[in-house]
């Protein structure tokens, strides 16, 4: 039988499959070296902040300070006075404020750490003895004879962490008042130049992107202004209660003890169960163990107050941070920068949540602006030719 050409009984003829077609990218000289460029210039810039960490910290301290200090500022301005004036009253008030509140505790705070130390040998007697609340401690574990034996071993100062010397110790103290100085003055410059440099920044911008920088600067400073505030208020509560509560026990270092648990406080989450710790301590070594225990009390109840009550009020409506994320923050700014990274951890990443806020609901409504096949060069449906 013969098949003729075209029959449908004809193979069909089997098709060859074309090589893979190869792409050349040309990468122009220029875009190296402007990637390059942009390398370097990223890796000075984080070696420069690595150097400057240190006054980049006074910087940062300066700017939550003076956040906290200027609704007070705007509070005048809005009663006619001009921004120099009221930036220059609230600043000497505060002065005034830290001054008399030093002037007040400082005298009965040296007093009670100087009789502290004074008893210290009486409470080191009763321990190498097997005396008061902690003689057990000698009398089961030989406390003092494994201390004696680590200061013969070490010498007092490696036993107590302290062997630097002494010119790192004195170059600390003269940087401390360094610091302390010039964020004071840092402070007072950015209450005057604050609002009238942001101004300045915002007003080389377009119109459309500096509405998104204002929004997303006013919920940054409404953030580190509201934990400031809120949270000296906190500690503030917290030394007051806890002074009157060691006062009630019968403590000789109430007023000391009570300033103590206001400085740690300022520390989120951690802070009031390490003065927790030490303030029942001094209590059992200073009195009993019955004024312990309800001085560990008192504790216990303050903090689930301080914890459901007061700090709600303060990162829920400020920061809007849940207790996980403030946990999370406070133990990554400890871990970065040490006490000052766990104070600032919270005011940095509500920031962080202001920005990343901004940038969903910016895309947000570059999604609602541009419908689905809308080419945003030429504003027309894509493959409209016509």
Same mark, same amino acid.
């Given at each position: #039988?013969?098949?003729? =050409?075209?029959?449908?009984? $004809?193979?069909?003829?089997?098709?060859?499959?074309?090589?893979? $077609?190869?792409?050349?990218?040309?990468?122009?000289?220029?875009?190296?070296?402007?990637?390059?460029?942009?390398?370097?210039?990223?890796?000075? +810039?984080?070696?420069?902040?690595?150097?400057?960490?240190?006054?980049?910290?006074?910087?940062?301290?300066?700017?939550?300070?003076?956040?906290?200090?200027?609704?007070?500022? $705007?509070?005048?301005?809005?009663?006619? #006075?001009? @921004?120099?004036?009221?930036?220059?009253?609230?600043?000497?008030?505060?002065?005034?404020?830290?001054?008399?509140?030093?002037?007040?505790?400082?005298?009965?705070?040296?007093?009670?750490?100087?009789?502290?130390?004074?008893?210290?040998?009486?409470? !080191?007697?009763?321990?190498?003895?097997?005396?008061?609340?902690?003689?057990?401690?000698?009398?089961?574990?030989?406390?003092?004879?494994?201390?004696?034996?680590?200061?013969?071993?070490?010498?007092?100062?490696?036993?107590?962490?302290?062997?630097?010397?002494?010119?790192? &110790?004195?170059?600390?103290?003269?940087?401390?008042?360094?610091?302390? !100085?010039?964020?004071?003055?840092?402070?007072?410059? #950015?209450? &005057?130049?604050?609002?009238? +440099?942001?101004?300045?920044?915002?007003?080389? &911008?377009?119109?459309?992107?500096?509405?998104?920088?204002? @929004?997303?600067?006013?919920?940054i400073y409404k953030t580190i202004s509201g934990y400031v505030t809120g949270n000296l208020l906190i500690s503030l509560v917290a030394g007051v209660i806890s002074t009157a509560v060691l006062f009630g026990v019968g403590s000789d270092f109430?007023?000391?003890?009570?300033?103590?648990?206001?400085?740690?406080?300022?520390?989120?989450?951690?802070?009031?169960?390490?003065?927790?710790?030490?303030?029942?301590?001094?209590?059992?070594?200073?009195?009993?163990?019955?004024?312990?225990?309800?001085? !560990?009390?008192?504790?216990?109840?303050?903090?689930?107050? $301080?914890?459901?009550?007061?700090?709600?009020?303060?990162?829920?409506? +400020?920061?809007?941070?849940?207790?996980?994320?403030?946990?999370?923050?406070?133990?990554?700014?400890?871990?970065?920068?040490?006490?000052?990274?766990?104070?600032?951890?919270? =005011?940095?990443?509500? +920031?962080?949540?202001?920005?990343?806020?901004?940038?969903?609901?910016?895309?947000?409504?570059?999604?609602?602006?541009?419908?689905?096949?809308?080419?945003?060069?030429?504003?027309?449906?894509?493959?409209?030719?016509?």
């Open positions: #039988m013969t098949i003729l =050409p075209g029959s449908p009984t $004809e193979a069909p003829p089997q098709e060859v499959p074309l090589p893979p $077609e190869s792409r050349v990218i040309t990468i122009r000289p220029a875009t190296v070296l402007a990637i390059l460029g942009i390398a370097v210039l990223v890796g000075v +810039t984080l070696i420069l902040l690595y150097l400057a960490w240190q006054v980049l910290t006074w910087i940062l301290v300066a700017v939550i300070l003076a956040c906290a200090l200027n609704p007070a500022v $705007e509070f005048l301005e809005r009663r006619g #006075m001009g @921004r120099v004036s009221a930036a220059s009253i609230v600043f000497v008030l505060a002065l005034l404020v830290m001054t008399g509140v030093g002037f007040l505790v400082i005298p009965p705070l040296v007093a009670q750490v100087s009789d502290f130390v004074v008893a210290v040998p009486d409470f !080191i007697d009763d321990l190498t003895r097997g005396r008061g609340p902690l003689g057990w401690l000698q009398d089961d574990y030989h406390i003092v004879d494994r201390v004696r034996e680590a200061i013969d071993a070490q010498g007092p100062g490696g036993v107590l962490g302290l062997s630097l010397p002494v010119l790192d &110790l004195v170059r600390s103290v003269v940087t401390a008042v360094v610091a302390v !100085i010039t964020i004071i003055f840092l402070t007072f410059f #950015m209450l &005057l130049e604050g609002p009238r +440099t942001i101004k300045g920044a915002l007003g080389l &911008l377009s119109p459309q992107t500096r509405v998104r920088y204002e @929004r997303v600067g006013y919920e109430a007023i000391a003890l009570g300033l103590l648990v206001a400085i740690l406080d300022l520390i989120p989450l951690a802070g009031a169960t390490l003065a927790a710790i030490i303030v029942s301590t001094v209590v059992l070594i200073e009195t009993n163990w019955v004024r312990s225990l309800i001085v !560990i009390g008192f504790f216990v109840a303050y903090q689930q107050f $301080e914890n459901h009550v007061l700090q709600p009020l303060v990162y829920g409506r +400020t920061v809007q941070l849940s207790p996980l994320a403030v946990l999370l923050a406070v133990l990554i700014g400890a871990q970065l920068a040490g006490v000052i990274g766990a104070l600032m951890a919270i =005011p940095v990443a509500g +920031t962080l949540l202001a920005i990343g806020r901004e940038i969903l609901h910016y895309r947000r409504e570059a999604a609602i602006e541009t419908p689905p096949g809308v080419d945003l060069n030429i504003d027309r449906p894509v493959g409209d030719e016509g």
